[in-house]
């Protein structure tokens, strides 16, 4: 019996011994360092304060007496872009579209927005410093300065101005000097 017993411990430390050696074989080896990659590309960081905004005229689309300071990319363009606008009181962007979304933050005064295609005051909405619209893609709207104030307007280029009334856009304006 004792024999039986000894036998036992025996076979049990060979297996318990075994298992350890093979439980060590199976543990994997660390994998092969992967071979060097070549750095990613970071994007251009863009950093601007408040008193770094180079302000200048509004472009052509926009009716004359604002002005625009462009944060990053080019809204001419195909891709992201973030500017700014500069209203005085009482600017008035009659109603409009654009082919892509318009996402706008207000950052200083108050903005007047109103939906449709007919300026309606009444219908307009005031929006305070950190107020938010977005404006989708050919969606008609028109907005009003109340008291001095500026804008931020990020979007996919090319960022275009089509009024809904054809005399309304400055592009289209003509002077005629006296003679």
């Keep these: 019996m004792q024999r039986m017993k000894t036998f036992a411990v025996a076979v049990g430390v060979m297996l318990l011994a075994g298992y350890g050696a093979s439980a060590q074989q ?18 251009r960081h863009v950093i601007v304060a408040p008193d770094e905004v180079k302000w200048g005229p509004a472009p052509p689309s926009l009716p004359a007496g604002s002005e625009v300071a462009v944060l990053e990319g080019d809204p001419g363009k195909a891709g992201m872009f973030t500017l700014r606008i500069k209203m005085p009181n009482g600017y008035t962007v009659p109603p409009h579209s654009h082919p892509t979304d318009e996402h706008v933050t207000i950052i200083s005064g108050s903005l007047m927005v109103g939906m449709g295609s007919k300026l309606d005051e009444s219908a307009m909405k005031s929006l305070g410093a950190g107020g938010y619209a977005t404006m989708p893609a050919r ?27 054809p005399k309304d856009d400055p592009r289209k304006k003509t002077t005629t000097a006296s003679k």
């Design 26 to 43: 199976a543990t994997p080896q660390k994998p092969p360092a992967p071979a060097a990659k070549k750095p990613i590309a970071a994007a």
């Design 139 to 165: 969606s008609n709207h028109y907005v009003r300065a109340k008291g001095e104030t500026i804008l931020q307007v990020n979007g996919t280029g090319p960022f275009e101005v089509n009024y809904v009334d």
